[in-house]
C-alpha cells in the first residue's frame, strides 16, 4: 500500500497596481514509493532490534536499482513542479560562470596551476611555458563525457619529469593511478588499479609508494574493507610486482597505512591507524640496505608526522602531551618521544603548521579564525603573516628552495583570492582575484558566543546582507559538522552567496567534536559524550530563534556525512524545532555503520553498537534511523546521497527515508534525492552540482512558504 500525503502550497500572487492580494490553493496528494519491509533482526546483548529495510544494504540486486530509480522519479516530480526551481538553477550558472585558479606550485623547474574556465565540470592542469601561452598539462574533462571521471591526488618525482596522477570514476573512493612523462605527456605504462585511501609518494625518480585494500568479495562499495597496505611500485614492473612494505601480517593488521617519502629521499615515514584518531609512526632509513623499520611513536593515542627534516635531525607535528598541537625535533638515531625538545611549543591555540621556502609557517586558529607566524628552522620567530583581513588562510606550502610561495585567503562572503609572498621581505601581494558577480561589500559576518545545554559556550558565524531586520522573519541556514577533529572555519561558497541574495541568512557554530579547539573540544563531542554535539546543535538554533534571527517556520539545518548524523539525529529529537531538514550523505544506522567499507575506522568518534552493553544502547538512544516514530510530525526533509558512496554507503540514506516516510505525520513532504553515478561527494561534476544545488534550494524555499525566486540585478 502506498503512503498518502497531502500537502497544501500557499501561493500568493500580486494582482494589479493597488497592491491587493489573493491566494490560490494549489493541493497535491503525494503517494510515496512502496518501500517492502522485511523480517530481518539482529539480537545486541539480549534485545532484539528489528531491521526492516535490511534489505536495502545490497546495492547490488535489482530490487534496490528499481527501488532508487522509483524514489529519485518521484523527488523530480515534486520538484518539477516548484515554478521558479529553474530560475535558481539560472542564477547558480550565472554566478558559477567566472574563472577559477589555485595557487601556483614549482615541479622540475616548471609552474603548474589548477584552473576552471567557469563551467567546465572539472579543474584542469595547465602549466607556465616560457615565451609562449600556458598549455594544458592534464584535462579531466576529457577523461568521460559526463564529467564523472575526476582526477585525484597528483604527484611528481624527485625532478619533476614524470607525474604519477590517480583518478575516480562515478565518485568512489577507489582509484586508479596512471604514470606519465611530464615533458611530453606520454602514458608511460600499464594503469594500476584497486587503489584506495591513498598519497602517492616518490622515491626519487625510480618509483612510489601507494596504499590499498585487498579487493572485497562482494560489492566493492559497500563490503568491509579492515587491512589497509602499503606498497611500493617500481617503474617499468607489473602492478603484481609491487612489493608490499607494510600491512600485511596480523601484527601488522591497520585500517589506515600510509608512507611518505622526505623531500631528501633519505627517509619512508610510515603511518598506520586503527581508527581516524591516532597513529603509530615508523621510520625506514633508504640508505639502510636491510630496510629496517624504527618506531617513533607506537600507542595509537595521540597523532605525530614527520613534516620536515634537515639531515638526520626530525621536525615532527605531535599533539602527544600538547592537545592543541606542537612540533618537536629529534635525531632519526634515536626517535622516540623521550627523547623529544620543543621547537614551537603549544600555545592555546591549535596549530597547523606547514613549511616552504626554508621556514614553518604556524598557522593558529584564534576562534576558527586563521593567524600566521613565520618561523625559522632555528625556532626563531620572524613575525606574523599580514592577512587580508578576518577569515581563513590556506597554503604556505613549498619546496625549501622555493622563493615565492601563495596562499588563499577567503571568509563566508569574500570569494577565495591568492597571494605571493616572499618570506624573505615578508610582503604579499595579490596575486589573482575572481571576477565575479557578487557584491562582497554587501554582506557582513558577526561571530556570537552562545551556551549549550550543559553551560559550555560555542562560537557561531552568522552571515547576511548588511541592514538585516531582527524580526524573526529571515530565512535562515543552520549548517554544522561537530566531528573527527574536523574545523568549520570561514570559507565562500556560490550556494550561500545565492542564498544570501535572496535575504537569507547563514550559521555555522563551532560544535564539540571538531577542531577548533584542540583534542579536548574533539574529544568532548565522541562517543558517551556524543550528544553534546546534538545539544550544542539544537542550542544554536534556539539562540538564532531567541535573538530574532529567524523562527522554527524560517530555519532550515544542513549537514553532510557526520553532519548529515547531526541533522538526522536533531530533526528526529526537535522535529518542532526547525521547518526544512537536510542531512546529506549521513552516517544514520549508528547500530550497523561499521560493518561496512571502512566504517570501523570510525569508533574513535562514535563507538560501536558491540563494543559493549552500555555502547549499544547510548547508540540506540541517538541512531536517526531508530528514532523515527509513528504518528510524528517531522520536518520537511530532502535527503541527499549518491549510490556509488562507498565511504558512507547509502544504505543509511534508504533506510532513514524509508522510515520516515512509513511514518511521518505531518504535512511536510520527505524526500530522497540520490545521485547516480555519485559518490560522497569529491569529484562531483559542476553541471551536477547546480541541478543539486537548484533542487535543494527550491526545496528549502518552497517549504518556507516563499514561492518568488528574484534573480540578481
Given at each position: 500500500?502506498?503512503?498518502?500525503?497531502?500537502?497544501?502550497?500557499?501561493?500568493?500572487?500580486l494582482?494589479?497596481?493597488?497592491?491587493?492580494?489573493?491566494?490560490?490553493?494549489?493541493?497535491?496528494?503525494?503517494?510515496?514509493?512502496?518501500t517492502?519491509?522485511?523480517?530481518?533482526?539482529?539480537?545486541?546483548?539480549?534485545?532484539?532490534?528489528?531491521?526492516p529495510?535490511?534489505?536495502?544494504?545490497?546495492?547490488?540486486?535489482?530490487?534496490?536499482?528499481?527501488?532508487?530509480?522509483?524514489?529519485?522519479?518521484?523527488?523530480?516530480?515534486?520538484?518539477?513542479?516548484?515554478?521558479?526551481?529553474?530560475?535558481?538553477?539560472?542564477?547558480?550558472?550565472?554566478?558559477?560562470?567566472?574563472?577559477?585558479?589555485?595557487?601556483?606550485f614549482?615541479?622540475?623547474g616548471?609552474?603548474?596551476?589548477?584552473?576552471?574556465?567557469?563551467?567546465?565540470?572539472?579543474?584542469?592542469?595547465?602549466?607556465?611555458?616560457?615565451?609562449?601561452?600556458?598549455?594544458?598539462?592534464?584535462?579531466?574533462?576529457?577523461?568521460?563525457?559526463?564529467?564523472?571521471?575526476?582526477?585525484g591526488?597528483?604527484s611528481?618525482?624527485?625532478?619533476?619529469?614524470?607525474?604519477?596522477?590517480?583518478?575516480?570514476?562515478?565518485g568512489?573512493?577507489?582509484?586508479?593511478?596512471?604514470?606519465?612523462?611530464?615533458?611530453?605527456?606520454?602514458?608511460l605504462?600499464?594503469?594500476?588499479?584497486?587503489?584506495?585511501?591513498?598519497?602517492?609518494?616518490?622515491?626519487?625518480?625510480?618509483?612510489?609508494?601507494?596504499?590499498?585494500?585487498?579487493?572485497?568479495?562482494?560489492?566493492?562499495?559497500?563490503?568491509?574493507?579492515?587491512?589497509?597496505?602499503l606498497?611500493?611500485?617500481?617503474?617499468?614492473?607489473?602492478?603484481?610486482?609491487?612489493?608490499?612494505?607494510?600491512?600485511?601480517?596480523?601484527?601488522?593488521?591497520?585500517?589506515?597505512?600510509?608512507?611518505?617519502?622526505?623531500?631528501?629521499?633519505?627517509?619512508?615515514?610510515?603511518?598506520?591507524?586503527?581508527?581516524?584518531?591516532?597513529?603509530?609512526?615508523?621510520?625506514?632509513?633508504?640508505?639502510?640496505?636491510k630496510?629496517?623499520?624504527?618506531?617513533?611513536?607506537?600507542?595509537?593515542?595521540?597523532?605525530?608526522?614527520?613534516?620536515?627534516?634537515?639531515?638526520?635531525k626530525?621536525?615532527?607535528?605531535?599533539?602527544?602531551?600538547?592537545?592543541?598541537?606542537?612540533?618537536?625535533?629529534?635525531?632519526?638515531?634515536?626517535?622516540?618521544?623521550?627523547?623529544?625538545?620543543?621547537?614551537?611549543?603549544?600555545?592555546?591555540?591549535?596549530?597547523?603548521?606547514?613549511?616552504?621556502?626554508?621556514?614553518?609557517?604556524?598557522?593558529?586558529?584564534?576562534?576558527?579564525?586563521s593567524?600566521?607566524?613565520?618561523?625559522?628552522?632555528?625556532?626563531?620567530?620572524?613575525?606574523?603573516?599580514?592577512?587580508p583581513?578576518?577569515?581563513?588562510?590556506?597554503?604556505?606550502?613549498?619546496?625549501?628552495?622555493a622563493?615565492?610561495?601563495?596562499?588563499?585567503?577567503?571568509?563566508?562572503?569574500?570569494?577565495?583570492?591568492?597571494?605571493?609572498?616572499?618570506?624573505?621581505?615578508?610582503?604579499?601581494?595579490?596575486?589573482?582575484?575572481p571576477?565575479?558577480?557578487?557584491?562582497?561589500?554587501?554582506?557582513?559576518?558577526?561571530?556570537?558566543?552562545?551556551?549549550?545545554?550543559?553551560?559550555?559556550?560555542?562560537?557561531?558565524?552568522?552571515?547576511?546582507?548588511?541592514?538585516?531586520?531582527?524580526?524573526?522573519?529571515?530565512?535562515?541556514?543552520?549548517y554544522?559538522?561537530?566531528?573527527?577533529?574536523?574545523s568549520?572555519?570561514?570559507?565562500?561558497?556560490?550556494?550561500?552567496?545565492?542564498?544570501?541574495?535572496?535575504g537569507?541568512?547563514?550559521?555555522?557554530p563551532?560544535?564539540?567534536?571538531?577542531?577548533?579547539?584542540g583534542?579536548?573540544?574533539?574529544?568532548?563531542?565522541?562517543?558517551?559524550?556524543?550528544?553534546?554535539?546534538?545539544?550544542d546543535?539544537?542550542?544554536?538554533?534556539?539562540?538564532?530563534?531567541?535573538?530574532?534571527?529567524?523562527?522554527?517556520?524560517?530555519?532550515?539545518?544542513?549537514?553532510?556525512?557526520?553532519?548529515?548524523?547531526?541533522?538526522?539525529?536533531?530533526?528526529?529529537?526537535?522535529?518542532?524545532?526547525?521547518?526544512?531538514?537536510?542531512?546529506?550523505?549521513?552516517?544514520?544506522?549508528?547500530?550497523?555503520?561499521?560493518?561496512?567499507?571502512?566504517g570501523a575506522?570510525?569508533?574513535?568518534?562514535?563507538?560501536?553498537?558491540?563494543?559493549?552493553?552500555?555502547?549499544?544502547?547510548?547508540?540506540?538512544?541517538?541512531?536517526?534511523?531508530?528514532n523515527?516514530k509513528?504518528?510524528?510530525?517531522?520536518p520537511?526533509?530532502?535527503?541527499?546521497?549518491?549510490?556509488?558512496?562507498?565511504?558512507?554507503?547509502?544504505?543509511?540514506?534508504f533506510?532513514?527515508?524509508?522510515?520516515?516516510?512509513?511514518?511521518?505525520?505531518?504535512?511536510?513532504?520527505?524526500?530522497?534525492?540520490?545521485?547516480?553515478?555519485?559518490?560522497?561527494?569529491?569529484?562531483?561534476?559542476?553541471?551536477?552540482?547546480?541541478?543539486?544545488?537548484?533542487?535543494?534550494?527550491?526545496?528549502?524555499?518552497?517549504?518556507?512558504?516563499?514561492?518568488?525566486?528574484?534573480?540578481?540585478?
Amino acid at each position: 500500500m502506498k503512503n498518502r500525503l497531502t500537502i497544501m502550497s500557499i501561493a500568493i500572487l500580486l494582482v494589479g497596481c493597488g497592491g491587493e492580494h489573493q491566494t490560490e490553493e494549489i493541493v497535491k496528494n503525494l503517494e510515496y514509493p512502496t518501500t517492502e519491509k522485511g523480517g530481518d533482526s539482529t539480537v545486541y546483548f539480549g534485545t532484539t532490534i528489528y531491521d526492516p529495510y535490511h534489505w536495502l544494504e545490497d546495492d547490488l540486486s535489482p530490487e534496490t536499482g528499481a527501488w532508487v530509480k522509483e524514489q529519485n522519479g518521484f523527488t523530480q516530480e515534486y520538484i518539477g513542479q516548484i515554478g521558479f526551481r529553474d530560475k535558481i538553477k539560472e542564477r547558480f550558472s550565472a554566478l558559477w560562470d567566472y574563472e577559477k585558479v589555485g595557487e601556483p606550485f614549482e615541479k622540475g623547474g616548471r609552474t603548474y596551476y589548477y584552473k576552471n574556465d567557469g563551467l567546465q565540470d572539472q579543474y584542469v592542469i595547465y602549466r607556465k611555458v616560457d615565451g609562449g601561452e600556458d598549455e594544458v598539462f592534464i584535462n579531466p574533462n576529457d577523461f568521460s563525457q559526463d564529467g564523472t571521471i575526476s582526477l585525484g591526488d597528483v604527484s611528481f618525482s624527485k625532478d619533476g619529469n614524470l607525474v604519477a596522477y590517480s583518478i575516480s570514476e562515478g565518485g568512489s573512493d577507489w582509484r586508479k593511478v596512471i604514470i606519465m612523462d611530464a615533458a611530453s605527456k606520454a602514458i608511460l605504462e600499464d594503469t594500476l588499479v584497486d587503489i584506495k585511501f591513498s598519497g602517492i609518494s616518490w622515491k626519487g625518480n625510480d618509483g612510489f609508494y601507494y596504499s590499498s585494500y585487498d579487493k572485497p568479495k562482494g560489492s566493492e562499495l559497500s563490503a568491509k574493507t579492515d587491512q589497509h597496505k602499503l606498497y611500493y611500485h617500481q617503474l617499468g614492473t607489473k602492478q603484481t610486482k609491487d612489493k608490499l612494505v607494510y600491512g600485511g601480517t596480523d601484527a601488522q593488521k591497520r585500517r589506515y597505512v600510509g608512507g611518505t617519502v622526505t623531500e631528501d629521499d633519505r627517509y619512508l615515514m610510515i603511518s598506520g591507524a586503527n581508527s581516524t584518531s591516532g597513529n603509530e609512526l615508523i621510520l625506514v632509513d633508504l640508505q639502510d640496505p636491510k630496510g629496517r623499520m624504527v618506531s617513533i611513536t607506537s600507542d595509537f593515542e595521540s597523532d605525530a608526522y614527520v613534516m620536515e627534516n634537515v639531515g638526520s635531525k626530525l621536525y615532527i607535528a605531535t599533539n602527544l602531551n600538547a592537545p592543541n598541537m606542537r612540533i618537536v625535533t629529534v635525531d632519526a638515531s634515536n626517535p622516540s618521544s623521550a627523547n623529544w625538545v620543543d621547537f614551537i611549543a603549544e600555545t592555546e591555540d591549535v596549530l597547523s603548521p606547514s613549511t616552504g621556502a626554508g621556514f614553518f609557517f604556524a598557522h593558529y586558529m584564534k576562534d576558527a579564525v586563521s593567524q600566521v607566524l613565520q618561523y625559522d628552522y632555528e625556532g626563531n620567530l620572524i613575525g606574523e603573516v599580514e592577512l587580508p583581513g578576518i577569515g581563513t588562510a590556506g597554503g604556505f606550502g613549498g619546496e625549501k628552495d622555493a622563493e615565492v610561495i601563495y596562499f588563499s585567503f577567503s571568509n563566508y562572503h569574500t570569494p577565495s583570492s591568492i597571494y605571493s609572498f616572499d618570506p624573505k621581505t615578508r610582503i604579499s601581494s595579490e596575486y589573482w582575484s575572481p571576477e565575479i558577480a557578487f557584491d562582497k561589500e554587501a554582506y557582513e559576518s558577526t561571530q556570537v558566543f552562545y551556551k549549550s545545554k550543559d553551560g559550555t559556550e560555542i562560537p557561531m558565524i552568522i552571515t547576511h546582507k548588511k541592514g538585516l531586520v531582527l524580526d524573526g522573519t529571515n530565512p535562515t541556514i543552520l549548517y554544522g559538522y561537530g566531528g573527527f577533529n574536523i574545523s568549520l572555519t570561514p570559507s565562500f561558497s556560490l550556494y550561500n552567496a545565492v542564498w544570501m541574495e535572496q535575504g537569507g541568512v547563514y550559521a555555522v557554530p563551532n560544535l564539540r567534536g571538531g577542531g577548533e579547539y584542540g583534542k579536548a573540544w574533539h574529544d568532548a563531542g565522541t562517543q558517551l559524550k556524543k550528544q553534546n554535539v546534538f545539544d550544542d546543535f539544537i542550542a544554536a538554533a534556539e539562540y538564532l530563534i531567541a535573538n530574532n534571527y529567524t523562527s522554527s517556520d524560517k530555519l532550515a539545518i544542513k549537514g553532510g556525512s557526520n553532519g548529515g548524523l547531526l541533522v538526522g539525529a536533531v530533526m528526529t529529537q526537535r522535529p518542532d524545532l526547525m521547518k526544512v531538514a537536510l542531512p546529506a550523505v549521513g552516517v544514520l544506522d549508528m547500530l550497523r555503520y561499521h560493518t561496512f567499507t571502512s566504517g570501523a575506522g570510525w569508533a574513535y568518534d562514535y563507538g560501536t553498537s558491540d563494543q559493549s552493553e552500555e555502547m549499544f544502547k547510548y547508540l540506540l538512544g541517538y541512531s536517526p534511523v531508530h528514532n523515527v516514530k509513528e504518528g510524528t510530525a517531522y520536518p520537511a526533509t530532502m535527503v541527499t546521497t549518491g549510490d556509488h558512496d562507498d565511504r558512507v554507503v547509502p544504505a543509511h540514506s534508504f533506510k532513514f527515508i524509508a522510515e520516515l516516510q512509513a511514518k511521518q505525520s505531518g504535512s511536510n513532504p520527505v524526500l530522497i534525492r540520490i545521485e547516480t553515478n555519485g559518490g560522497h561527494g569529491a569529484g562531483t561534476p559542476v553541471s551536477k552540482i547546480i541541478d543539486a544545488y537548484a533542487d535543494e534550494m527550491s526545496f528549502v524555499l518552497h517549504n518556507f512558504g516563499i514561492n518568488d525566486f528574484r534573480l540578481a540585478e
